[in-house]
């Protein structure tokens, strides 16, 4: 399974920018998908998951700002966010679970990562 992401960039804080990650390959199931972030010098945290039927999960920094959903007619997942604040600055990552389906699932259940999208917010 092959996961491509885009939608990354710089924008100004108070800006929105929408991130997309398609998966394509060898696809039996996909069930939790979910949007993780690295900013320099800290850990990779999650930002947001969506189980198969919807329930959702978001850190609580990005609450209210960012919306997570998905097409399961096209294997794909989005992030939208908006009120972008500096701290937000980080590189993406998109992630797939082939078995576990619930909006709290650890970082260690997803089986497939993307490559990373760079988000610059500039203040």
């Known amino acids: 399974v092959q996961l491509q992401a885009s939608g990354g960039g710089l924008v100004q804080a108070g800006g929105s920018l929408r991130l997309s990650c398609a998966a394509s390959?060898?696809?039996?199931?996909?069930?939790?998908m979910g949007w993780y972030r690295q900013a320099p010098g800290k850990q990779r945290e999650l930002v947001a998951a969506?189980?198969?039927?919807?329930?959702?999960n978001y850190a609580d920094s990005v609450k209210g700002r960012f919306t997570i959903s998905r097409d399961n007619a096209k294997n794909t997942v989005y992030l939208q966010m908006n009120s972008l604040r500096p701290e937000d600055t980080a590189v993406y990552y998109c992630?797939?679970?082939?078995?576990?389906?619930?909006?709290?699932?650890?970082?260690?259940?997803?089986?497939?990562w993307g490559q990373g999208t760079l988000v610059t917010v500039s203040s």
């Open positions: 992630a797939v679970a082939g078995y576990s389906d619930y909006p709290r699932a650890p970082w260690d259940e997803y089986d497939y």
């Open positions: 969506v189980t198969s039927s919807g329930s959702t």
């Open positions: 390959g060898s696809i039996f199931s996909i069930n939790a």
